[in-house]
């Protein structure tokens, strides 16, 4: 079982926000040895701080703290009664809020999915935060096809009878992507994404008008702008690709964009997963953990 400190703080407009705080392990031989820059953990959109709740603990066995967050409007996080600020630029000032409260002046980013999408935010307006970045199965051009299939879903759940129930759910919606997860899979993410509602249904652990936006259109799967923070963060910042070879989000040819627009960038494909790798997987895990080996 994962040990961490929950943390709660406030956004600057008030909105009450969530954390999980896994320390670093530092064996007793090491105490000497510089402190490594703290990981901090973004998820996707309809996801929230559980889905690092393998990862973070084997993070911070090398080492480093790890911040897990609730972006707003998921998980313990308060939902926002103005749906206009569930966007990147809002999420990356939740973001700097909690590293300042904090105290912490650089580090290093994961970012599955849409928590990509916040740190090449990030980058574009506080790089100086930034020592180097994982996105996780996300770029600054996107496949149709998948944000097709993410707008199918998300917002669009209603409450379920059972854990069994949601375990099938969420195996109807996924199973393009992870093939091979194993029924009990299935059912620890449903902890993760459901809690019973004050009738005692199982209701989505986040807040549907998140999906606004990519319901109406208002994402596209491509922008200057997103290609420019694109490219400032993985021409500015050791970054590295993780795709799953199933993506229906990054597919070859947008990972292949990403990896002409930025030659240094290091990247790794997970096989026979789809969108998006748990990043708990042998390939992933070993391109992240010596990618953070690199890094100070």
Request: net charge neutral; with cysteine; aromatic share 8%.
């Amino acid at each position: 079982m994962s040990t961490f400190t929950p943390i709660s703080y406030q956004s600057t407009d008030g909105l009450d926000l969530y954390a999980r705080d896994y320390a670093a392990q530092v064996p007793a031989d090491a105490a000497a040895l510089p402190a490594r820059l703290p990981v901090i953990c973004l998820h996707g959109l309809t996801r929230n701080s559980g889905d690092f709740d393998e990862l973070a603990p084997r993070i911070a066995a090398l080492g480093r703290r790890v911040l897990a967050l609730d972006v707003r409007g998921r998980g313990h996080s308060a939902r926002d009664p103005d749906p206009a600020n569930y966007n990147p630029v809002v999420y990356a000032g939740d973001v700097v809020k909690l590293l300042h409260d904090l105290g912490i002046a650089r580090a290093v980013f994961i970012g599955t999915s849409m928590g990509g999408l916040i740190t090449m935010t990030l980058a574009v307006r506080h790089i100086e935060l930034i020592a180097g970045a994982v996105i996780n199965d996300v770029g600054p051009v996107l496949s149709v096809k998948g944000l097709a299939r993410i707008a199918g879903y998300a917002g669009r759940c209603s409450t379920l009878a059972s854990w069994e129930d949601a375990a099938a759910y969420l195996k109807e919606i996924n199973a393009c992507a992870f093939p091979d997860a194993p029924n009990e899979e299935w059912g620890k993410w449903a902890r993760r994404a459901f809690a019973p509602d004050a009738s005692g249904q199982l209701a989505v652990r986040y807040d549907p008008s998140i999906a606004i936006a990519l319901q109406t259109g208002k994402l596209r799967p491509t922008s200057l702008a997103g290609r420019l923070a694109f490219k400032r963060l993985a021409h500015k910042r050791p970054t590295l690709l993780v795709r799953g070879a199933l993506s229906d989000l990054v597919e070859p040819e947008q990972a292949a964009w990403m990896r002409r627009a930025a030659p240094t960038m290091q990247y790794t494909e997970v096989p026979n997963v789809g969108h998006a790798p748990m990043l708990t997987e042998p390939e992933a895990w070993e391109a992240i953990r010596q990618f953070l080996m690199s890094l100070p």
